[in-house]
């Protein structure tokens, strides 16, 4: 059976002189691992459509253990992300977050969208790698149905002023009165707590549209980095390399 489907290039390991295994995230079925035969030959017509971070029209048959690649065109080449190594070490964090989350259905189709568009925002250097990454990791686990409950204080239902406490084990928010019954202190600022509801609810294209203190952002970085550690079941070996580099 042949399917033709987008998918954006997540992984590529080497086979032998000149094939590739590559890992794709595609709209409609999700996670997918193919064989591309050849790929690695610079006159192959795969050599680039099937390279890391490629988004490309693939042609695929379906084999007896993954799929084999037909023929793939390119569709986009985020050529900026391989310019910095902060950019491909975020490029590297989102693809393994990606890939561990292994989204299916709808939720593909989403994280496709939201990793498209982040790529696209590393190559152009116009947000701070900080920012795509907290973004990331917040909007791809509420995608993957781990939505944090933000409407306001889970204990007296105050929805704004002041500082709050955001817990990450458990996605739950405490005004600072609340917190300090339990004794926890504040770790979002008002800001920061306003990004974190526009980043979870906001309509896809807006996500990243919003701009806040670096303090707040720093904040905000903070929780969202171990809002996704929480929820996932491994470290990722790419984040403690990211973090070597984006200091
Ligand atoms: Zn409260």
């Given amino acids: 059976m042949q399917i033709v489907t987008p998918g954006l290039v997540l992984r590529e390991v080497?086979?032998?002189?000149?094939?590739?295994?590559?890992?794709?995230l595609t709209p409609k079925l999700g996670v997918i691992t193919a064989s591309a035969k050849g790929s690695l030959r610079l006159k192959s017509k795969l050599f680039s459509a099937c390279g890391l971070f490629c988004y490309s029209e693939f042609t695929l048959f379906q084999g007896k253990t993954m799929y084999m690649v037909d023929d793939a065109q390119v569709k986009q080449v985020f050529f900026g992300v391989r310019e910095s190594i902060e950019g491909t070490a975020l490029a590297m964090y989102l693809a393994e977050l990606t890939l561990t989350l292994s989204p299916t259905g709808t939720e593909a189709a989403a994280l496709l969208r939201l990793l498209l568009n982040s790529l696209y925002l590393i190559g152009e250097g116009k947000?701070?790698?900080?920012?795509?990454?907290t973004v990331f990791e917040l909007r791809a686990l509420c995608e993957a149905g781990y939505m944090p409950a933000l409407?306001?204080?889970?204990?007296?239902?105050?929805?704004?002023?002041?500082?709050?406490?955001?817990?990450?084990?458990?996605?739950?928010l405490r005004c600072a009165d609340c917190a300090a019954k339990e004794g926890k202190a504040p770790n979002l600022d008002g800001a920061a707590?306003?990004?974190?509801?526009?980043?979870?609810?906001?309509?896809?294209?807006?996500?990243?549209?919003?701009?806040?203190p670096p303090e707040s952002m720093e904040a905000?970085?903070?929780?969202a980095e171990h809002y996704a550690a929480h929820h996932l079941d491994k470290p990722l070996k790419t984040l403690d390399f990211l973090k070597t580099v984006l200091l």
């Fill in 220 to 223: 905000l970085g903070r929780a």
């Fill in 127 to 133: 947000k701070t790698p900080g920012q795509i990454k």
């Fill in 14 to 24: 080497k086979v032998g002189e000149s094939d590739r295994i590559i890992t794709l």
């Fill in 193 to 212: 707590l306003t990004a974190l509801r526009h980043i979870a609810l906001v309509e896809d294209k807006k996500i990243f549209s919003f701009s806040i």
């Fill in 151 to 172: 409407i306001g204080c889970g204990a007296c239902g105050k929805y704004e002023g002041g500082p709050f406490y955001f817990n990450e084990a458990a996605g739950t």
